[in-house]
Nanobody, 123 residues
């Protein structure tokens, strides 16, 4: 089974930056579509950003211009660079993967593999 392991979460002041990583156990995940989701307490899970096997990216309006999703196929690792963090970015962030194409890049039903998540707290 595919394993996804996130890292890089933590506490940061508003306006600061963090970079999340998601390591995949796949020998070659270059054909995968991958995404970052987040869920804050009492709220629904929200798609943050997605990237397909050709490197095309999609972002939620709430993070456009502040967050950047990327992946390193040689390292089988997905990244999320988060800049200009806001209080409302506080959430548990999870990465997800599925063989491309996915039905909808920022909807969780498009992905069959999930990591456990990493907490991001902005104060």
């Amino acid at each position: 089974d595919v394993q996804l392991v996130e890292s890089g979460g933590g506490s940061v002041q508003a306006g600061g930056s963090l970079r999340l990583s998601c390591a995949s156990s796949l020998v070659d995940d270059s054909g995968d579509c991958m995404a970052w989701f987040r869920q804050a307490p009492g709220k629904q899970r929200e798609g943050v950003g997605a990237i397909d096997s050709d490197g095309r990216t999609t972002y939620a309006d709430s993070v456009m211009g502040r967050f950047t999703i990327s992946k390193d196929d040689a390292k089988n690792t997905l990244y999320l660079q988060m800049n200009s963090l806001k209080l409302e970015d506080t959430a548990k962030y999870c990465c997800a993967a599925n063989w491309c194409p996915v039905v909808a890049e920022l909807m969780d039903y498009g992905y069959g593999h999930w990591g456990q998540g990493t907490q991001v707290t902005v104060s």
